[in-house]
């Protein structure tokens, strides 16, 4: 018996779907390929669809949000004050040093404050929800291994 790699098409019948044309063989005298195995949908949502999912990126958003505006908007506002206010900028403020000046040492500390910041909401919102979304991946993995 050979096998027809082709199956019958009547070109007449618009009713009923093609048929899918199983692969090509390279030779001839290949066996076809073994029908896919049918799974069970699993019990629960997929990880891509779960909630927790969307909850740590909505909170992984809000940390970068809230460190870059805290690094960003302090340097808009010394940038902006350099532009629109140069008599402050020039004025004396402690000792002889400008105020420019004082303020564009300021920049350190607030890069450093943006980056505890986002440590801190690292450390008590984002990584908390990762790792239970770690743990329940584990999970799911040991229960699909026992199958």
């Known amino acids: 018996m050979s096998y027809d790699p082709y199956p019958p098409h009547d070109s007449h019948d618009s009713s009923a779907p093609p048929a899918p044309h199983p692969p090509r063989l390279t030779y001839p005298w290949q066996p076809p390929p ?75 500390p607030v890069a450093w404050l943006a980056m505890a910041l986002y440590e801190h909401t690292a450390a008590r919102r984002v990584d908390p929800l990762a790792d239970r979304i770690r743990r329940q991946a584990e999970l799911d993995a040991r229960r699909e291994a026992a199958r």
């Open 34 to 108: 073994p029908p896919p195995e049918r799974r069970r949908p699993p019990r629960r949502p997929a990880l891509g669809n779960h909630r927790d999912l969307r909850v740590l990126r909505g909170a992984y958003r809000r940390q970068r949000r809230v460190a870059s505006l805290t690094a960003l908007g302090y340097f808009c506002l010394l940038l902006a004050l350099s532009a629109f206010a140069p008599p402050l900028m020039s004025s004396t403020a402690v000792a002889g040093v400008p105020a420019g000046l004082l303020l564009a040492l300021v920049q350190l």
